[in-house]
């Protein structure tokens, strides 16, 4: 059975992270998306909220192919998600020249690592080339409409994130 992690923060999960999955189910048998703990940055949605968000997203965008997605929290390194899952492969999506760069360092580096595991591209989809999680942070922040851009139920998540910030921040 041909498995591979799909590593990333995925806050929020988006459009374009989901044609990479799908693309990557294509290759292999089973996925697992390790959404990544970690405890120097605030995320938006918080470990668990991440986590549930994908789920759903994923039932919700790509039926038939979810069974086949797993979706964990993890804390460290990439390469032992990857022992600990019996994954041999990293997926990774590039959406233009500019993720290269820093893209070859981390698979090179995981290589290194973890001479054993190997890291795959897909290509996103030229209509979510521009999409970015920072974007749609940003964008739901101000007010703007999510919904082209990410699965329906991480956009309601996103609104309910951004309505507590708003609370808090005026509380603060
Ligand atoms: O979605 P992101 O934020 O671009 O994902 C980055 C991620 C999670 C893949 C990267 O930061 C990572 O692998 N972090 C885990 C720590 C690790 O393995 N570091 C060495 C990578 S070379």
Same mark, same amino acid.
């Given at each position: 059975?041909?498995?591979?992690?799909?590593?990333?923060?995925? @806050?929020?999960?988006? &459009?374009?992270h989901?044609?990479?999955?799908? *693309?990557? $189910?294509?290759v292999? =048998? +089973?996925?697992?998306v390790?959404? $990544?703990?970690n405890? !120097? !940055?605030?995320?938006?949605? @918080?470990i =668990?909220?991440?986590?549930?968000?994908?789920?759903?997203?994923v039932g919700?965008v790509l039926?038939?192919l979810? /069974?086949r997605?797993?979706?964990?929290?993890?804390?460290?390194?990439?390469?032992d998600?990857c022992?600990? %899952? =019996?994954a +041999?492969?990293?997926v990774r999506?590039?959406?233009a020249v #500019?993720?290269?760069?820093?893209?070859?360092q981390?698979?090179?580096?995981?290589?290194?690592?973890?001479? /054993?595991? @190997? %890291?795959?591209?897909? &290509? %996103?989809?030229? /209509?979510?080339?521009? $999409?970015?999680s #920072?974007?749609?942070?940003e964008i739901?922040?101000?007010?703007? =409409?999510? #919904?082209? &851009?990410?699965?329906? #139920?991480?956009?309601e +998540?996103?609104s309910?994130?951004?309505?507590?910030?708003?609370?808090?921040? *005026?509380v +603060?």
């Amino acid at each position: 059975m041909r498995v591979a992690v799909y590593p990333g923060s995925f @806050d929020p999960i988006t &459009m374009g992270h989901v044609d990479v999955l799908r *693309r990557a $189910l294509g290759v292999f =048998d +089973r996925v697992v998306v390790a959404v $990544l703990v970690n405890p !120097k !940055k605030v995320p938006m949605l @918080d470990i =668990d909220a991440r986590v549930a968000a994908i789920r759903s997203g994923v039932g919700e965008v790509l039926p038939g192919l979810a /069974e086949r997605v797993d979706v964990r929290p993890f804390a460290g390194l990439t390469v032992d998600a990857c022992r600990q %899952t =019996d994954a +041999r492969f990293i997926v990774r999506g590039l959406r233009a020249v #500019s993720d290269f760069e820093a893209e070859l360092q981390m698979a090179h580096m995981n290589h290194r690592l973890a001479p /054993e595991i @190997d %890291t795959v591209f897909f &290509m %996103t989809a030229l /209509e979510y080339s521009y $999409l970015s999680s #920072s974007l749609v942070r940003e964008i739901v922040r101000f007010g703007g =409409d999510p #919904s082209a &851009m990410v699965p329906p #139920s991480v956009a309601e +998540r996103l609104s309910a994130a951004a309505a507590a910030e708003s609370v808090a921040g *005026r509380v +603060r």
